[in-house]
């Protein structure tokens, strides 16, 4: 199995942007789909964004749509999250979780689907 790092979470300022990397220093991560998740405190790990081994298919939780794109670098072996017009309630750890799949496979939106996850980044918004 791969190991999964990721990075680019710090404090911003409500509607400032983001870019979340989450990367492996295995090529197999290339075969692998990626899905992001966050927790809040006291909250369960919720979807955010997912995208397949491919890259050719991508789905967004309702939250994310039209602020948040997925997207993956296979030359670094690198899935990135670029957040757009951040708001407070974006505040949580950022989670990516990874899922060896074959190419034609739709990733999942349950992170029960995931088979490897990072430590997290800590994303926190200031209104």
């Known amino acids: 199995q791969v190991q999964l790092v990721e990075s680019g979470g710090v404090l911003v300022q409500a509607g400032g942007s983001l870019r979340l990397s989450c990367a492996s220093s295995?090529?197999?991560?290339?075969?692998?789909?990626v899905g992001w998740f966050r927790q809040a405190p006291g909250q369960e790990r919720e979807f955010v964004s997912t995208i397949s081994r491919s890259g050719g298919e991508t789905a967004y939780a309702d939250s994310a749509k039209g602020r948040f794109t997925i997207s993956r670098d296979k030359s670094k072996n690198t899935v990135y999250l670029q957040m757009n017009s951040l708001k407070p309630e974006d505040t949580a750890v950022y989670y990516c979780?990874?899922?060896?799949?074959?190419?034609?496979?739709?990733?999942?939106?349950?992170?029960?689907?995931?088979?490897?996850w990072g430590q997290g980044t800590q994303v926190t918004v200031s209104s």
């Open positions: 979780g990874a899922k060896r799949t074959i190419l034609t496979m739709s990733p999942g939106v349950e992170a029960a689907w995931y088979d490897v």
């Open positions: 295995r090529r197999a991560f290339n075969e692998y789909a």
